[in-house]
């Protein structure tokens, strides 16, 4: 009787949630949904709070990072008597509304496209690492609960192909199908957000599907570094050692991250010379290529060049074009013509904004209960976002501008000379550009054909003066002005 009791009281509730789960789908897509918010299940309201349960910490992590404001206003929306929703971790599963425990299961032992949360590579046959989670620490650690988790749109099929990334999807695909490895390291680069981590996660779902035995670690430099750091401070550098050099493919994602020459980068080089040695594919991805990383330690470089080194160069607009209608299509939304030339005319500067840009007028439409995507609706939509991009200012613009101020050419202004009436307007124009750009301090120093530290070195020069020297933070302000506008 109680049970029953129970039971309908909560119908409604289980109801709403359903028909919130709709909403869900399509504003984030069927593969996000699958993914992370499907598993999740409503739990009893307590004085107007109510709780969401997720089967695992990782889970609830990441939906609290990724969904949660939504969820909450869309449960507020629906039933004004919730005032807060709590996310949770539901592990027991007493409640006949929690999950289904199959789900769990798969995660630890095989990851498929729907749901994958890195697995123990000592009892998976396909071991990966998604996390810095190795061997028996993947519950108790709590590193894993934060790393990023593998994507199941990080497929071959959902990465569209055109003249500037051919080359570099070649190469990954050779090496997801190749069982004898015929170049190594495969070295990717390119900078951010044109598709490397896709195509790093597209080879292991590649591998997963047609050669499950292969075993894969798949990690970020910075989850490789805090792992050996981890082991050497608990004195387990042997099993370490043992982990990584039984894999068949190691990957390892972010390479810039591998930081400073010293005990990590030696552990990295033997590890990766025992794996090449033997045969074993390494995958490296990077900001850049093997040669201008900085703080790698020379005889690491020249291992890294020695496989293949691909590029991944800017996209051009036919590529924008394809990828935005790849993207639309998997979203599930229909996208006029006009407002793709619109977008891929516009955002050039990375994949991961264009893609950005469509998400936000998508998730606009839905709001409006599916209304059209127009070219009008577009831009207002992205008004602000349009809006920095028509004055973003380059590096180049900020050199001309800063050696016309100063009355020098701009040859001087990259030059080394280090005469005062050089060397002050060359600090100005670095701290401008890194003021009003987003390039990194190693982009700005190649434009004025110097290093990172010279730099962060001008950047904080100037910042001192700028307070000492009223004069020459008059004519910053200037500069600053003429080159916002
Ligand atoms: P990176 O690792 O180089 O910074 P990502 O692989 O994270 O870039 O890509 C950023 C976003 O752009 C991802 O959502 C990815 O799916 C998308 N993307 C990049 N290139 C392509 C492509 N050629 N086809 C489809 N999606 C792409
Ligand atoms: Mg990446």
Known sequence: ????????????????????????????????????????????????????????????????????????????????????????????????????????????????????????????????????????????????????????????????????????????????????????????????????????????????????????????????????????????????????????????????????????????????????????????????SPTDLEGIEERLKSRLVGGLVVDIMPTDFDLRMGILQKKAELMGIELPTKVAEFLAQKITSNVRELEGSLKRVAAHSQLLSGKEITLDMTQDVLKDMLRSIDRKTTIDEIQKKVAEHFNISVKELQSSRRARTVARPRQVAMYLAKQLTSRSLPEIGRKFDRDHTTVMHAVRKVEELIIEDPNLAENIEILRRTLEN
């Open 1 to 288: 009787m109680a049970e029953e009791a129970f039971a309908n009281d909560i119908r409604p509730i289980d109801t709403q949630w359903e028909q919130i789960c709709g909403q869900l789908r399509t504003e984030f897509g069927a593969t996000a949904f699958d993914s992370w918010l499907k598993p999740l299940t409503v739990g009893d309201i307590n004085d107007g709070e109510m709780s969401i349960c997720a089967p695992t910490a990782f889970m609830k992590n990441w939906v609290v990072a990724h969904y949660a404001d939504r969820i909450s206003k869309i449960w507020e929306q629906q039933n004004p008597s919730i005032k807060k929703v709590n996310f949770i971790v539901q592990t027991g599963f007493k409640d006949r509304r929690s999950v289904d425990t199959s789900l769990l299961k798969k995660i630890s032992t095989t990851p498929t496209p729907q749901n994958i949360y890195g697995c123990n590579i000592n009892s998976s046959s396909f071991g990966l690492v998604s996390g810095a989670s190795l061997a028996n620490d993947t519950v108790k650690n709590n590193a894993f609960n934060n790393a990023a988790p593998l994507n199941p749109s990080y497929t071959f099929e959902n990465f569209v192909v055109g003249k500037t990334n051919e080359f570099a999807y070649a190469a990954a695909r050779k090496a997801a199908e190749a069982k004898n490895v015929s170049f190594n390291p495969l070295f990717l680069y390119s900078s951010v957000g044109l598709g490397k981590t896709h195509l790093m996660q597209s080879i292991i779902w590649h591998i997963k599907q047609n050669d499950p035995n292969r075993n894969v670690i798949y990690l970020t430099a910075e989850q490789f570094v805090y792992k050996f750091v981890k082991a050497l401070r608990y004195k387990d550098t042997q099993s370490f050692k043992e982990q990584f050099r039984s894999v068949d493919v190691l990957m390892v994602d972010d390479f810039q991250f591998m930081g400073n020459k010293g005990t990590t980068q030696e552990e990295f080089f033997h590890t990766f010379s025992s794996l090449v040695e033997e045969g074993k594919q390494v995958i490296i991805s990077a900001d850049k």
